[in-house]
């Protein structure tokens, strides 16, 4: 199995099975669509490792996906400096446009938001990553523009 | 100046190792391996160079403790879980420059004896994970990583492991727990990482952009180094500057470059040519200064001298139609959404801060906030494991100090001062 296959070679790279469980987490959510129990128990498995402490440190860590998402995952930025170059009003308007919620999905299924501290882009704010293509210098107009490329 | 940290950043190629030799890259490491251990560690003490996280303390003297405990294996840790609000000064090395880093690495791991090394990369680069793994792979391809380096007899070997969104893993024993597969919660201090650090062993924990210095050390010895710019905290140095100015970006600049300079020349001036309100120096953490305050040489030494710190570098800018109560809330916001909930008075005090703010923010402020919050801010200070309470505290008590007559007029007035 190609899971297993690529935790093998995760392990390799640190001296203890517990070192490979963040990389292992990622390989899980590729597989799985999303941390679900049943990764969370793959993942214990494969790293010899209560699932309990799997859980609770795949809920440290934001970035991973805690529940289902959309076929595109929007990791918008609205910290300080995104924030002064207007990124509430693209928060907005992905509510508007899309119904998009910050932490929800779109009806049909396309794209997911999160909303982020800093992605270290603060010279071309606003900026988001879709998946993980990064965008910048965002307003009203080239949000939709680039969000369309994504079906 | 000539760049030492962005030299050739315009080259499409710069990431590549062909690029990278071709302008003299991986020199240092040859000569560095011509030299003892211990003689590097001296050239660095002498290059006075200091950590460029944000604390600044000095690497030499780091590497001399990790390489003095007589504990084996040894781990090299580069922190690039860049995270800091306002910072981004480490993309650019690691995206365009990734053979810099790797040859920073491995000078450093031959000095303290360390076999395995981990950069820390922060989740939210992942296309600086795809250039970083290639540079890797093209550094064992050429023999400069691996069993037997450049068949000197020199082992290291070195990953990208990939972080998840979590600021406080930029802590260095929070990112320590990390790379441990746990969740990012700091230890306390004693004992050092330098001796009980990754996997209990000696660890050296350095930024990114301290680790791509070393090389130049190098090549033209700590006493030369110790001429560039403030010869209290030398060296070149990466200054990020965003928000309200003409071109925001990343500039290579002399340490103790003054805030003025870089505000005023090397990034424009203010968008637009309004009035300057406030300057954040050095990342979301550190107080902010008022536009009296913009002649201060941006080093380790002077920003103290003024209220406020150089952190990572990280500059930002606001003018005459920025809300500062807005700002501040929306730094707690992140206080709060980081806070690791380890110590109570940084778990429940950043959240207390945030919804006191927000009030305010919202025109629901009450006589009193201004000293309820300066109250909440004074019981987080000084009393948690690691700084990033003591950074929400500071933000609140120098917005606060720094614009009280902004957050009274919030209050009374139930709008803003911009409005």
Known sequence: ?151 | MEKVLLKNIDNPDSARIEAYEKSGGYSGLKKAFEMEPKAIIEEVKRSGLRGRGGAGFPTGMKWDFASRDPKFPKYLLCNADEGEPGTFKDRPLLEKRPHLLIEGMIISAYALKAEYGYIYLRGEYPHAKVVLEEAIKEAYERGYLGDNILGKGVKFHLSVHQGAGAYICGEETALIESIEGKRGQPRIKPPFPVNVGAWGMPTVVNNVETLSNIPYIIEIGGEAYSQIGNPECPGPKLFSISCCVEKPGVYELPMGTPLKEIIYEHAGGIKGGRQLKAVIPGGISTPVLTPDKIDCPMDFVNLPKVGSMLGSGAIMVFDDTVCMVKVCWRAIKFFEHESCGKCTPCREGTGWMRSILERIEGGFGREGDIELLQDVAMSIAGKTFCPLGDGAANVVLSFIRSFTEEFDYHIKNKKCITQ
């Open chain 1, 1 to 151: 199995m190609e899971f297993l296959k690529e935790i093998e070679e995760i392990l390799n790279r640190y001296p203890d099975r517990q070192g490979a469980l963040l990389p292992s987490l990622y390989v899980a959510q590729k597989e799985y669509g999303w941390l679900s129990q049943e990764s969370y128990e793959a993942v214990a498995q494969a790293l010899n490792l209560p699932p309990a402490t799997v859980k609770g440190v795949a809920t440290f860590y934001a970035m991973y996906k805690h529940k289902p998402m959309g076929r595109h995952l929007i990791q918008l930025c609205t910290n300080v400096a995104c924030m002064v170059m207007g990124a509430e009003r693209l928060v907005d308007l992905l509510k508007n446009k899309y119904g998009l919620e910050p932490g929800g999905t779109t009806e049909d299924g396309r794209f997911s938001l999160v909303i982020m501290e800093c992605i270290g882009a603060c010279d071309k704010a606003p900026a988001m990553l879709v998946d993980t293509d990064f965008h910048a210098d965002l307003n009203e107009k080239r949000i939709i523009e680039i969000l369309e490329s994504y079906k």
